[in-house]
């Protein structure tokens, strides 16, 4: 079973900035957290990863919590075309091992 | 860069026919997955490739479902025969090795099973 838990859906306005939660209490110290997305009709498509510091790239920021139970992804001006299901992941026994929940369909409205 | 490859897009089949999907990965990249994607759920891992090596099926239904990755570079998927069940997308991913973090994604097939 998944890791992490992540609300069902959420929406977002277009322009806003989009915060997506993710719990993953029982982590342990050397996992990272991953987040991946799916566009529909296609592949998931690697996002972000983290171990305990902050991360960002050019498509979003991770934040995760000093105890490290939990993260949010930060997308900071969603679009229409970021109307996706994102996955949090932590992987089990290594990065090669992911296993995907549910994940979080956002939806970004004009 | 081209990404990875899979063909077909879409197959519609009765059940109890064979049906095979092809995934041709990122050049270079050494691991390969197999995934199956039920309809709003996320994707399962069937099968993951070190180079020619399964080194991981245990979740591939091994009395319907086959594998290869001959030569280590493209790789076959096949399930004989199919049932309504397997009607699902199967997606195929590649990474550098089995270290890196980044799994890329194919398009996916979605097969059809009537």
């Known amino acids: 079973d998944a890791k992490t838990t992540q609300p069902t859906s959420m929406d977002c306005a277009e322009g806003r900035a989009a915060n997506l939660p993710c719990n993953h209490s029982?982590?342990?110290?050397?996992?990272?957290v991953y987040w991946y997305r799916q566009i529909h009709s296609q592949g998931p498509q690697y996002i972000i990863h983290g171990l305990k510091n902050n991360e960002t790239n050019e498509m979003a920021s991770l934040i995760i919590t000093e105890d490290r139970k939990s993260s949010t992804l930060i997308l900071p001006h969603a679009t229409l075309r970021d109307t996706a299901v994102y996955y949090c992941i932590v992987p089990q026994g290594g990065s090669e091992k992911l296993v995907f929940g549910k994940g979080t369909k956002l939806t970004v409205n004009p | 860069e081209a990404g990875v490859v899979q063909s077909p897009r879409y197959k519609i089949i009765e059940k109890k026919q064979p049906v095979a999907f092809w995934c041709n990965p990122i050049s270079g990249h050494n691991t390969l997955y197999w995934y199956l994607q039920n309809l709003g759920q996320g994707p399962e891992l069937l099968i993951r490739y070190e180079n020619e090596e399964a080194v991981d099926d245990s979740q591939l239904p091994k009395d319907r479902f086959s594998a290869e990755r001959l030569k280590g570079v493209d790789s076959t998927l096949k399930i004989q025969p199919a049932e309504l069940g397997d009607s699902a997308v199967y997606l195929c991913?590649?990474?550098?090795?089995?270290?890196?973090?980044?799994?890329?994604f194919g398009p996916g097939t979605r097969l059809t099973v009537l």
């Open positions: 991913a590649s990474s550098l090795d089995r270290h890196t973090d980044t799994q890329y």
């Open positions: 029982t982590i342990s110290g050397n996992e990272y």
